[in-house]
């Protein structure tokens, strides 16, 4: 079953806007993972948040973790047209080594 | 350094033939596993290696998927008799250590269509 899953399915924004995107979980987790993949292919690594975190931040990417509503969200600030991805939370169960990808939310950033 | 590389990049089989999948993972990385993502959908896990422990196959679909690693370098995963709905693009990463606080390196897919 899913562990993680994004909503909205599909984001569509102009450049300079700001982007979010939410993911909600099912079971305790040690750490939530975002990643981004390009044109169906390999996964990017964009940012860990740990469970004891509420708040991080790398770049122009804000990651928030609410664990008491089992809930994660992906703010992009200032999009631009390379941000056009889909975006996948991934977790893990606590006690687990692997981690469960969502759906993910397809983003399209028109210039 | 090298990235994760898959090969082949695109395989095109009829039904009920066998097929090989294969993986490099990044030099030193203990951990590899290989994901299922069908058309708009997030990844299936698979399988995955973490050194030289017995792998965690809880993810393999049915008995004719199969996979092997040889210490930490190459991966092979095997699907026997082949069917449709094993099109997908299969996916494999590596990473550190097998424990979730790694982030994991993603290689480029395989696309695999099965006719």
């Known amino acids: 079953s899913q562990q993680g899953e994004e909503d909205p399915q599909a984001l569509s924004i102009q450049e300079g806007e700001n982007a979010t995107m939410n993911c909600s979980y099912k079971t305790s987790i040690n750490n939530l993972q975002w990643y981004r993949q390009n044109s169906g292919r390999g996964l990017v690594h964009l940012i860990l948040i740990r469970s004891n975190e509420r708040e991080k931040h790398s770049g122009r990417l804000r990651v928030t973790l609410d664990t008491s509503k089992k809930s994660s969200s992906l703010l992009i600030t200032a999009s631009r047209a390379a941000d056009t991805a889909s975006y996948f939370c991934a977790t893990d169960e606590a006690g687990y080594s692997t981690l469960t990808f969502g759906k993910g939310t397809m983003l399209l950033v028109s210039p | 350094g090298a990235g994760v590389s898959q090969s082949p990049s695109n395989k095109v089989t009829e039904k009920g033939k066998d097929v090989e999948l294969r993986c490099d993972p990044i030099?030193?990385?203990?951990?590899l596993y290989w994901y299922r993502q069908r058309l708009g959908q997030g990844l299936e896990f698979l399988i995955y290696?973490?050194?030289?422990?017995?792998?965690?196959k809880s993810g393999l679909p049915s008995d004719r998927f199969s996979a092997e690693r040889t210490g930490e370098s190459v991966s092979t995963l095997t699907i026997q008799r082949t069917q449709q709905e094993d099109s997908a693009v299969y996916l494999c990463?590596?990473?550190?250590?097998?424990?979730?606080?790694?982030?994991?390196?993603f290689g480029p897919g395989t696309r695999l269509t099965v006719t």
């Open positions: 290696f973490q050194g030289n422990s017995a792998p965690d």
């Open positions: 030099s030193g990385h203990t951990a």
């Open positions: 990463a590596s990473s550190h250590r097998a424990a979730s606080s790694y982030e994991q390196y």
